[in-house]
């Protein structure tokens, strides 16, 4: 009973003023209410925030695929995102992966080639040779005839399978890269050291080439080689006596070209002559063929007549050529025919000319 006397006893009568305990939780509330507003506002503001930060823009020169949890949106081309804006769950839920595939990619072999720094590379100021290869820091290549060299190749290529060469590979251009090097050293071991060198640069090349785009298909990198470059030298330790048998070879290059170069006047010269004996012989066959011709159509003319009267087709043809004949004579004899048709013996005394007195010294 006395409890209840003194909490009657504190409480307040009605229409008393409040206390003050009462206006600062009051206060209290208020505050927090415009607390809660304000965080609320800020949590709302954090969330368009996250949400817009989702949108993303996608470049003409490449494909976007969006990969949530890890897995990609869509199946084959449909996961495959064109140019544009596009918007994702930021992350981590939704991660965006950029695909170039316009852009033509460049791929350095690491096999084959010296020690060399980048900035060397970029200057072209090769380091100084050692006395030897240092193992593990001067790559080469084995040639087909058991020589060394040092060779190196650079691999353009451009994507063309966009989700083969994201998602079948951790790192595809690490996998490109290790084509290039395997076919750097399989058609280098099938290839001679002055064909890869010298007489056969272009071969050389080309077989990396093949080997290269080989290995790509086999194993579905989803590219395509679009630029392919390949630079050889000797070991620097061998200059000098490559460069002798650069110089040799150069001479021997001249020497066959001059033969060449004879070779050609000898047989220009030779295939003229042939030439012209072959026209004037194909221009005396068509005149004596043409002659001939002409002779038997004349004779073919005359035989009708022969036929007819064969002794005076005879005399009319002799006098005639004798006419021609003696044309320009100044003296003309005719023989008489015999009556019985034997020929008249003429007898004609013909005497040397007279000798002239012999000349010379008399003496005494």
Do not use: C
Not at 1 to 17: I, N, R, W, Y
Not at 39 to 66: P, Y
Not at 100 to 114: A, D, L, N, R, Y
């Amino acid at each position: 009973m006395s409890d209840e006397h003194d909490h009657l006893d504190h409480a307040p009568a009605p229409g008393a003023p409040a206390a003050p305990e009462d206006s600062s939780s009051q206060a209290l509330a208020e505050a927090l209410r415009s607390s809660f507003a304000i965080v609320r506002f800020v949590m709302v503001v954090l969330v368009v925030i996250f949400f817009g930060s989702g949108f993303f823009q996608v470049g003409t020169q490449e494909k976007a695929i969006i990969l949530r949890f890890g897995k990609p949106v869509g199946q084959e081309q449909a996961a495959l995102l064109g140019p544009g804006l596009h918007w994702s769950f930021p992350y981590p839920i939704d991660e965006v992966v950029r695909i170039p595939i316009t852009e033509i990619q460049k791929v350095p072999s690491t096999v084959g080639w010296f020690a060399e720094t980048p900035e060397q590379e970029l200057s072209g100021n090769l380091p100084p040779p050692g006395p030897s290869l240092v193992p593990g820091v001067d790559g080469y290549v084995i040639t087909a005839d058991r020589n060394i060299i040092h060779t190196r190749a650079t691999l353009y290529y451009q994507v063309d399978q966009p989700i083969h060469y994201v998602f079948d590979f951790v790192s595809a251009s690490n996998t490109i890269q290790n084509a290039l090097n395997n076919a750097l050293l399989d058609t280098a071991a099938r290839f001679k050291v002055d064909d890869i060198l010298y007489s056969d640069v272009a071969g050389f090349q080309d077989a990396v080439k093949q080997r290269v785009s080989a290995l790509a298909d086999q194993e579905g990198l989803g590219i395509t080689v679009k630029q392919f470059n390949v630079e050889s030298i000797p070991p620097r330790q061998l200059k000098d006596v490559f460069d002798q048998v650069t110089d040799a070879r150069q001479h021997q290059t001249k020497v066959l070209d001059d033969a060449h170069s004879e070779e050609n006047q000898v047989t220009n010269s030779a295939d003229a002559q042939a030439a012209t004996i072959i026209y004037e012989a194909i221009s005396a066959r068509s005149n004596y063929v043409a002659k001939v011709q002409a002779d038997a159509k004349a004779f073919s003319a005359l035989l009708p007549n022969y036929q007819i009267n064969p002794a005076l087709f005879e005399q009319q043809e002799l006098v005639q050529k004798m006419g021609w004949a003696l044309t320009n004579a100044d003296f003309k004899a005719y023989l008489p025919t015999s009556p019985n048709g034997e020929p008249v013996e003429l007898r004609l005394m013909l005497n040397r000319e007279p000798p002239g007195p012999k000349t010379g010294a008399t003496g005494q």
